[in-house]
T-cell receptor, first 114, second 110 residues
């Protein structure tokens, strides 16, 4: 099994630009989570999907952030426009049946907004 | 509400034991434990469910006190490979989201 795949692994962009992060969950998993990790705020849940439907997006910081899951094997997290305070490592994770099961994390995307 | 973890950091010599604590102000359905090494993604260690069920790791044990809304992770005979940041995550209901604590940094030295 290839595990959770994220791309790109590193992204450097200028303030105001659009950023799109991509995630491919483990085949057969029906829950997908997007997290943001910073030194100051730790590991924050941004949004999670179950069977491709957003279940809880209360962690999405503001309207500049949006996430989609058009099918069971692909999800995107978009930031438009990006700001320096969005700099962080963004992790995607997947699991079977939601929160009560182990989550498998992808390698993360390190985003730097200058 | 983010769970509280203690201690914030601990340094051990190989072979020593450690306990990491996690507590929540909300009633809990489950507690999750993950370990993250520097520059890597968090890796699952264990889930403890309300009612006593556990799913997890052979070499690490944990307890879950539902009444006190607390969990503890027990690392015995620590190895160098145990170094990393340990996160607890709490879930208040079945299929609810997991909220992670701030982490406990564990360093094992020879």
């Amino acid at each position: 099994d290839a595990g959770v795949i994220q791309s790109p692994r590193h992204e450097v962009t200028e303030m105001g630009q659009e950023v799109t992060l991509r995630c491919k969950p483990i085949s057969g998993h029906n829950s997908l989570f997007w997290y943001r990790q910073t030194m100051m705020r730790g590991l924050e849940l941004l949004i999670y999907f179950n069977n491709n439907v957003p279940i809880d997006d209360s962690g999405m910081p503001e309207d500049r952030f949006s996430a989609k899951m058009p099918n069971a094997s692909f999800s995107t997290l978009k930031i438009q426009p990006s700001e320096p305070r969005d700099s962080a490592v963004y992790f995607c994770a997947s699991s079977n049946q939601g929160g009560s099961y182990e989550q498998y994390f992808g390698p993360g995307t390190r985003l730097t907004v200058t | 509400q983010q769970p509280v973890q203690s201690p914030q950091a601990v340094i051990l010599r190989e072979g020593e034991d450690a306990v990491i604590n996690c507590s929540s102000s909300k009633a809990l359905y489950s507690v999750h434990w993950y370990r993250q090494k520097h520059g890597e993604a968090p890796v699952f260690l264990m889930i403890l469910l309300k009612g006593g069920e556990q799913k997890g790791h052979d070499k690490i044990s944990a307890s879950f006190n539902e009444k006190k809304q607390q969990s503890s992770l027990y690392l015995t005979a620590s190895q160098l490979s145990y170094s990393g940041t340990y996160f607890c995550g709490t879930e208040s209901g079945s299929y609810d989201k997991v909220i992670f604590g701030p982490g406990t940094s564990l360093s094992v030295i020879p």
